[in-house]
């Protein structure tokens, strides 16, 4: 979604700050002369207008659908997590997997372990106050409110370790509120399961 926000941004301010320098040079005082005087072009102003009209209902569509992509949930998710946030770390447990559990301590940021490739079933609550899951890697956030629970789905497309960040500021200790997400292959994920069992 990136890809596509950040080209049409820097297309509107290229035209709106070509605009003002337009107008600025040619519409500018000189010594000895008053200034250009201007004329209404009613066609050329709706042209404009429906432009930009235009340009509001694509990134409007791009993001109901990008919003209904982040709240739509699997029939059968592969695996479930449960994330409670809180003042100032992560607590991720896994209802498959009794005992089984990682809390952010000091110093020690929590690590949410999942399957690569897989539809992971999420579901959100704070302690708290208003905390935020953001993974950038994802381009993915969820803002969690006290006395609520959201579920949402995750699929992290590839192996590998995945930063986390709170996207709230929550307090003084904001910047302490990290985590990283490690995605598993299949085979990784099971030895995984396995050893977290034996040692819960």
């Known amino acids: 979604m990136q ?10 301010a290229a035209v709106v700050f070509g605009v003002f320098a337009f107008a ?11 200034p250009a005087p201007t004329h209404d072009r009613d066609a050329r102003e709706v ?13 409007l569509v791009v993001t109901l659908h990008a919003n209904q992509a982040e709240t739509r949930v699997a029939p059968r998710p ?38 690569a490739g897989k539809v992971v079933r999420v579901r959100l609550t704070t302690r708290d106050v208003v905390h935020a899951l953001w993974l950038p890697g994802l381009r993915f956030k969820a803002d969690a409110w006290p006395g ?20 709230q500021f929550c307090g ?24 977290a069992r034996g040692g819960g």
Not at 95 to 102: E, I, M, R, Y
Not at 157 to 166: N, V
């Open 148 to 167: 609520t629970t959201r579920t949402l789905d995750l699929t992290f497309p590839e192996g590998g370790t995945y930063g986390g960040h709170c996207a």
């Open 78 to 115: 592969a695996f479930r997590v449960d994330v409670v946030a809180f003042r100032w770390g992560w607590a991720f447990s896994y209802p498959s997997l009794p005992g089984v559990a990682d809390r952010s301590t000091p110093g020690h940021p929590a690590v949410l372990h999942v399957p």
């Open 172 to 195: 003084l200790k904001h910047s302490d509120m990290v985590f990283s997400a490690l995605a598993l292959s299949p085979a990784g994920f099971r030895a995984w399961a396995a050893g």
């Open 3 to 12: 890809g596509f926000y950040l080209p049409v941004a820097i297309a509107v």
């Open 47 to 59: 042209a404009i207008a429906c432009l930009i009209a235009a340009i509001a209902a694509v990134l």
């Open 24 to 34: 600025i040079v040619r519409y500018r005082v000189r010594d000895g002369r008053a």
